[in-house]
């Protein structure tokens, strides 16, 4: 299937979880389609955040966390998976998909893992295609 | 008693949310409603003003937040934590850090000096400007009504060729033909920065700053377009030798033009003089080695002013292990001092001009007058994220400023760097900008203290 539209993502990033992802999207296809927001932990990611996010346009948002267990503020992780869910959720009720929301979990060791998983969204993003608002708007 | 000179400054607020130093981690759903929420108790009701950008992806707490640690300590449940903000970390480079932008954006919002109450917890030397420190002797008493009173603290600076003597005839009249010279009032002149998206927008901002300061703004002549003409008594139109030629309608009647120095200089500049002889000619030198060189074999030639310009860190061009510009800087004023031809000609220095104590450090080194470039893309809320040399959009729309409002953040900005450059002259007792060109016996250098101290225990510093 040939896959004319290029998503608009947006990747929330623990600071503690992947070093220089910015560096590290550079080397994706379409680098200037991606906005990285560097997070203290992934806790301070407030459902606001990604909403508003989506009311602006944005096709997908992906957050990359610790892995479970080794979030520097013990919970953070734990919560961002709260309240993406809650996000996922109300996604789901408007119809614009649950899926341009994701939860990745890399250690700071995990550029490769990083890159393949962010990848892989970015993909599942094209498949799901543009956002609805983006269209209304 | 003449006007003072004065900068009207005035609060002019960002167009985006800054990026803020603080990282503000909120636990919200652990919540026990106790009723005594640390974020009410907030004295600068930051919790009650935030709100999220969602084009810049900033939440205004971390910018709003002062640092008082009073909800992370009272909240019960510690649902509060605090930690620095890694977009704030990450913006700029080694040498324009996240501090010097965001005091800059202080700055040009306020135009008042910015105050930290907390003391200095930094190192007392570092490279760069930091290894000179500038004496404050005076400061042991209070001046008499401040540095705004009566004791008028001169900033003007001369910018042309200046006679070494005047001649007059048995009348006493002047006979001697006095060349063009531009006085301006601060120090301080503006360049259009290297990088970012200067559109016309911004272009105007800058000029109509320049004109309301009453100082000079050097525009490339390719950039010069009819909207700048209304601004012509303070712009510098800068030109190659090659593109002279080309733009020499819009050289003329400008009080002042700048030429990237090449070999071969000498003919163009006898042209001008010829053509224009009531425009001052700078000449662009590069500090890339051979600038001490140059400068002498120009002054020597009757050159009026020459720009001393490193890169945008200050850092001497296209070497490996370059030289900082106040070693540049200060070699090429001792040789004009050696020749004795110091006083007669004008050195303007640029590049990693970032503070305002730069600007007196670099005086002080034997510059006239500075180019500041970056800081005034700063005032104008930019982050150096270099997006703009991707080609990709500017995160804060420099390019569609308004005009008005970019030129008051300019003039903030540069109300705020001239506070600070009275506050040095009044603690050092100079009352004249031009008595500090050169007067490094009110300045103390890292490096000099190092080996005097040192250097007998230990030897040269390899």
């Given at each position: 299937m040939e896959i004319s539209f290029i998503p608009s993502i947006l990747i929330f990033c623990c600071q503690n979880s992947v070093s220089s992802p910015k560096k590290l999207v550079e080397e994706f296809e379409h680098p200037e389609r991606i906005k990285v927001v560097e997070l203290p932990c992934t806790g301070k990611m407030e459902a606001i955040y990604a909403l508003q996010a989506f009311e602006k346009g944005l096709?997908?948002?992906?957050?990359?966390?610790?892995?479970?267990?080794?979030?520097?503020?013990?919970?953070?992780?734990?919560?961002?998976?709260?309240?993406?869910?809650?996000?996922?959720?109300?996604?789901?009720?408007?119809?614009?998909?649950?899926?341009?929301?994701?939860?990745?979990?890399?250690?700071?060791?995990?550029?490769?893992?990083?890159?393949?998983?962010?990848?892989?969204?970015?993909?599942?993003?094209?498949?799901?295609?543009?956002?609805?608002?983006?269209?209304?708007? | 008693m003449p006007k003072k000179y004065h900068i009207d400054f005035k609060a002019t607020l960002p167009r985006y949310t800054p990026q803020g130093k603080s990282g503000v981690v909120d636990f919200r759903e652990g919540c026990q409603r106790c009723g005594q929420c640390a974020k009410k108790a907030c004295v600068y009701n930051?919790?009650?003003?935030?709100?999220?950008?969602?084009?810049?992806?900033?939440?205004?707490?971390?910018?709003?937040?002062?640092n008082c640690f009073r909800c992370v300590q009272s909240c019960k449940k510690g649902l509060l934590n605090k930690s620095i903000n890694p977009e704030y970390v990450k913006m700029g480079d080694a040498y324009w850090t996240p501090e010097i932008i965001?005091?800059?954006?202080?700055?040009?919002?306020?135009?008042?000096?910015?105050?930290?109450?907390?003391?200095?917890?930094?190192?007392?030397?570092?490279?760069?400007?930091?290894?000179?420190?500038?004496?404050?002797?005076?400061?042991?008493?209070?001046?008499?009504?401040?540095?705004?009173?009566?004791?008028?603290?001169?900033?003007?600076?001369?910018?042309?060729?200046?006679?070494a003597m005047l001649k007059f005839n048995e009348q006493g009249a002047l006979e001697s033909l006095l060349p063009p010279l531009i006085e301006l009032p601060i120090p301080m002149i503006m360049g259009l920065p290297p990088f970012g998206h200067v559109s016309e927008k911004v272009r105007i901002a800058m000029a109509l700053a320049a004109s309301k300061l009453g100082t000079l703004l050097l525009v490339p002549a390719e950039d010069y377009h009819d909207s700048l003409m209304r601004y012509k008594k303070h712009l510098i139109p800068q030109v190659s030798i090659e593109s002279c030629a080309q733009f020499k309608n819009?050289?003329?009647?400008?009080?002042?033009?700048?030429?990237?120095?090449?070999?071969?200089?000498?003919?163009l500049l006898k042209e001008i003089k010829q053509n224009f002889p009531d425009t001052?000619?700078?000449?662009?030198?590069?500090?890339d080695g051979k600038e001490v060189e140059i400068t002498e074999e120009l002054a020597i030639g009757g050159a009026a002013v020459i720009h001393l310009h490193a890169d945008d860190h200050g850092n001497e061009i296209g070497k490996a292990n370059p030289r900082f510009i106040k070693d540049m800087v200060r070699r090429v004023h001792l040789r004009l001092v050696e020749i004795c031809l110091r006083d007669q000609i004008t050195l303007v220095a640029s590049g990693g001009i970032a503070m305002a104590e730069h600007v007196a450090k670099g005086i002080i080194c034997g510059a006239d007058a500075v180019v500041m470039d970056i800081a005034l893309l700063i005032a104008l809320e930019c982050?150096?994220?270099?997006?703009?040399?991707?080609?990709?959009?500017?995160?804060?729309?420099?390019?569609?400023?308004?005009?008005?409002?970019?030129?008051?953040?300019?003039?903030?900005?540069m109300s705020a760097w001239r506070n600070q450059l009275l506050e040095v002259l009044g603690a050092m007792g100079i009352r004249e900008m031009r008595r500090l060109r050169g007067e490094v016996g009110r300045s103390m250098f890292f490096e000099e203290l190092e080996a005097d101290v040192f250097g007998r225990l230990f030897g040269e510093k390899v």
């Open positions: 096709d997908g948002v992906c957050v990359v966390a610790c892995l479970e267990g080794t979030c520097h503020y013990l919970e953070g992780n734990l919560r961002a998976a709260n309240r993406i869910h809650q996000v996922a959720v109300m996604l789901n009720e408007l119809k614009l998909g649950e899926g341009r929301i994701a939860l990745l979990h890399v250690d700071s060791a995990g550029s490769d893992l990083f890159k393949q998983s962010a990848q892989d969204f970015i993909r599942r993003i094209q498949a799901l295609g543009p956002n609805p608002l983006k269209q209304a708007a | 930051v919790y009650d003003k935030r709100c999220f950008d969602s084009g810049q992806m900033t939440d205004s707490i971390d910018y709003l937040c002062k965001s005091t800059n954006w202080t700055q040009a919002e306020t135009g008042k000096i910015p105050v930290s109450g907390a003391g200095y917890g930094g190192p007392f030397s570092g490279p760069g400007f930091d290894s000179m420190w500038t004496d404050m002797s005076e400061i042991v008493r209070p001046t008499r009504d401040g540095i705004h009173g009566r004791e008028y603290i001169n900033t003007s600076v001369d910018i042309g060729k200046k006679p819009k050289i003329a009647g400008h009080r002042a033009i700048e030429i990237i120095y090449s070999k071969g200089i000498e003919g001052i000619v700078i000449i662009k030198v590069p500090l982050r150096l994220c270099k997006n703009c040399e991707k080609h990709r959009p500017c995160p804060v729309t420099i390019d569609s400023i308004e005009p008005a409002w970019g030129a008051q953040r300019i003039l903030n900005l």
